[in-house]
Nanobody, 129 residues
Framework: QLELVESGGGLVQPGGSLRLSCAASGFTLDNYDIGWFRQAPGKEREGISCINHSGEITNYWHSVTGRFALSRDNAKNTVYLSMNSLKPEDTAVYYC??????????????????????WGQGTQVTVSS
């Protein structure tokens, strides 16, 4: 079974940190670009960041720039989204997605959901005091 599984979500206070993981099962991630999306209550899902297959390129949407960071460990078949200085408006279900040729330097192409082949089921992040 080919799937992505997110983990690491939870409840955190404003200003706190979380690290989300995106692990692949049934296939290897090392030739896939990974995008991260989130869907807040009552809003559409939006792309917030991507990392290319080698880890050399990352992009971030303006709302998370400087606070979120992507990394990947292809040996563990896992991508990580480190989230710092969390705000209540970061509350959402977070999804990872895998696709080819989605993440380029300085490009917002990664925000196009249609380009991804695999999606995780999502993990809830709640930022509240």
């Amino acid at each position: 079974q080919l799937e992505l599984v997110e983990s690491g979500g939870g409840l955190v206070q404003p200003g706190g940190s979380l690290r989300l993981s995106c692990a692949a099962s049934g296939f290897t991630l090392d030739n896939y670009d990974i995008g991260w999306f989130r869907q807040a209550p009552g809003k559409e899902r939006e792309g917030i960041s991507c990392i290319n297959h080698s880890g050399e390129i990352t992009n971030y949407w303006h709302s998370v720039t400087g606070r979120f960071a992507l990394s990947r460990d292809n040996a563990k078949n896992t991508v990580y989204l480190s989230m710092n200085s969390l705000k209540p408006e970061d509350t959402a279900v977070y999804y990872c997605a895998a696709g080819h040729y989605m993440c380029y330097a300085g490009s917002y192409y990664y925000r196009a959901e249609i380009g991804y082949e695999y999606w995780g089921q999502g993990t809830q992040v709640t930022v509240s005091s």
